[in-house]
């Protein structure tokens, strides 16, 4: 290259182009060296109890809608954890779904009906005005909301959950409730990362025990009638290091009362986090 090739007034611009290009390259390795940033761990990073709002939880006074506006109003109070209740339709398709006489009742269909196809579905309204939701709605609004937690049970087909419910980060934000051993471990097989084992009796509690302190369940979800009735067996499964997860309670000083030492979190219609002194915000 000729020295004139460097001279005038674009040579005086090509070491500047090159000090640039330096940089670029520089910021470039630096962003190749650097670790992916860590997916969210949500139950490591509760320090408080955990408050699940069931089935979207309440609406304008009603409970059980699982419908689109009750994740939105679970979102802006604040919860992190949002249960819906999963079921199929007639054509295969997911859809939240409490039970289908329910679903019939409060949508205006026949409560001794078919069970309808997901098009039927997404087409009727919750007490005339909420809409429903089908695994794609589910997907957007999780993929809107990153902060949340899809809690789900009544499904065990868990290849119709892995195949159907997918949004970003969803291994870490996909949490499910069982209700065998054996479907606990089938779960931990699947690629489920975060399966809660329905302990809803006493012997149920008491044969969990030994698993929780083998580690080989580390979350149980059970009622507040066992709660009241075996307090010892839960504090005990507690101390094992299981997060054990209790519906349905509404009373922060009963909720208080239980956690850390019986409860770890509870499922609720009405107790938002604010209620409780939780000042964790979403993302």
């Not at 039970?99 to 069970?115: A, K, L, Y």
């Amino acid at each position: 290259m000729s020295r004139s090739s460097w001279g005038g007034k674009g040579g005086r611009a090509v070491p500047a182009i090159l000090a640039a290009l330096a940089v670029i390259a520089a910021f470039g390795a630096a962003n190749l060296a650097a670790p992916a940033r860590p997916a969210s761990r949500p139950l490591e990073e509760t320090a408080g109890p955990i408050l699940i709002a069931h089935a979207g939880g309440v609406l304008d006074g009603h409970h059980y809608t699982n419908s689109r506006e009750a994740v939105l109003k679970a979102a802006a109070d604040g919860f992190r954890f949002v249960e819906l209740d999963l079921r199929k339709a007639a054509d295969g398709v997911l859809v939240a779904v409490h039970d289908w006489g329910m679903f019939q009742r409060i949508t205006g269909g026949d409560e001794t009906g078919p069970v309808p196809a997901s098009d039927e579905v997404r087409r009727r309204k919750i007490h005339g005005r909420y809409g429903t939701l089908t695994a794609g709605d589910i997907n957007r609004l999780f993929a809107e909301h990153p902060y949340l937690v899809l809690v789900t049970d009544k499904l065990d087909d868990f290849a119709a959950l892995l195949g159907q419910i997918d949004f970003p980060d969803r291994d870490e934000r996909l949490w499910v409730e069982v209700f065998t051993y054996e479907k606990y471990r089938e779960a931990l097989e699947r690629g489920i990362r975060y399966p809660m084992l329905c302990a809803d009796t006493p012997g149920k509690l008491a044969e969990a025990l030994p698993l929780a302190r083998r580690g080989r369940v580390k979350m149980l979800t059970t009622s507040t009638g066992m709660l009241d009735a075996r307090p010892g067996l839960l504090a005990d499964l507690t101390a094992a290091g299981a997060r054990v997860l209790v519906y349905t309670a509404n009373d922060t000083e009963y909720m208080r009362a239980n956690f850390p030492a019986r409860a770890g979190g509870f499922y609720t219609d009405a107790v938002t986090p604010a209620m409780m002194g939780d000042s964790d915000g979403q993302d």
